[in-house]
T-cell receptor, first 114, second 111 residues
Framework: AQSVTQLGSHVSVSEGALVLLRCNYS??????LFWYVQYPNQGLQLLLK??????LVKGINGFEAEFKKSETSFHLTKPSAHMSDAAEYFC????????????FGSGTRLSIRP | NAGVTQTPKFQVLKTGQSMTLQCAQD?????MYWYRQDPGMGLRLIYY???????DKGEVPNGYNVSRLNKREFSLRLESAAPSQTSVYFC??????????FGQGTRLTVV
């Protein structure tokens, strides 16, 4: 069964510092992988997705993630944090199957210190 | 361009009452989902529908029923609401395993 684990329920970084949010997946075959962002009192919106075309995926707002099969990881990074990046971030996984379901991690709340 | 529309946005129920959360998408997606979001627990899948006419249980289906009325609509019913069902509910749709698009959520409080 597929699953996804996000390490760290809360991450705090200074403005301008590197952002690193960790995600590891468990799947019998290489899956589709996603990062979503949720701002307060809003729904989720897609940041980026991995669909096997390239291992380094660039998303919106300067975020990117690298798929590492050997480590079963899909960590999210941004070189320089901005105050507007404060939000909750979710990693999600779905296997290559027409009847698959998308499973989400427990989320990581990102805080930015001035 | 509406995307995924959920109604209502807010609801307060008394224990034992029933209600139906409505969800409709206009993107012609085959798959639709219902999640609940609770603090510290992320999004947990309640039910999903891979295509019109099919529904399957997710991680936390107890106390809920769903109906895939047609390709556009996927409703979630609470037959006898309990305080443990106080949560924010999100509907989403996707084209099979591609990215999911979410509604704005329904904040449900059961007293």
């Amino acid at each position: 069964a597929q699953s996804v684990t996000q390490l760290g329920s809360h991450v705090s970084v200074s403005e301008g510092a590197l952002v690193l949010l960790r995600c590891n997946y468990s799947s019998s075959v290489p899956p589709y992988l996603f990062w979503y962002v949720q701002y307060p009192n809003q729904g989720l919106q897609l940041l980026l997705k991995y669909t096997s075309a390239a291992t380094l995926v660039k998303g919106i707002n300067g975020f990117e993630a690298e798929f590492k099969k050997s480590e079963t990881s899909f960590h999210l990074t941004k070189p320089s944090a901005h105050m507007s990046d404060a939000a909750e971030y979710f990693c999600a996984v779905a296997p290559y199957s027409s009847a698959s379901k998308i499973i989400f991690g427990s989320g990581t709340r990102l805080s930015i210190r001035p | 361009n509406a995307g995924v529309t959920q109604t209502p946005k807010f609801q307060v129920l008394k224990t034992g009452q029933s209600m139906t959360l409505q969800c409709a998408q206009d993107m012609n997606h085959n798959s639709m989902y219902w999640y609940r979001q609770d603090p510290g627990m992320g999004l947990r899948l309640i039910y999903y529908s891979a295509s019109e006419g099919t529904t399957d249980k997710g991680e936390v289906p107890n106390g809920y029923n769903v109906s895939r009325l047609n390709k556009r609509e996927f409703s979630l019913r609470l037959e006898s609401a309990a305080p443990s069902q106080t949560s924010v509910y999100f509907c989403a749709s996707s084209e099979y395993q591609r990215e999911a698009f979410f509604g704005q959520g329904t904040r449900l409080t059961v007293v």
